[in-house]
């Protein structure tokens, strides 16, 4: 059985990217959202794992998203990913899959 995880970005090009990198796993299949309304039919319509953030998304959209998926989806996993390369990729989605509840938030880089 498949473990679904949906990608939600405002980039759709590394949204592509994400989708591809997924895909390529036989047991993950990806649903690919750009806005807001699209991820929310995905995740009514799809028993989704996963929800993967990318860029593009606001800090305040992104912790309405939040906070909606943990009310009226308790069990699914949200990670934060925000480039790093496919083999981070996989190591952030395998652990998720491993641990519990949890949300990985990006830690913002500043140069000085």
Known sequence: M???IAVFGKNKEIVETLNRVINNNVAWKAFCACTQTDLEEILKQNPIKIVLYS????EEETILLENWINENYPNVKQI???GGGSGLLLCEINSALSEGKVIHKARKNHLI
């Open 2 to 4: 498949q473990i679904n």
């Open 80 to 82: 934060h990913h925000y």
């Open 55 to 58: 860029s593009g998304i606001g």
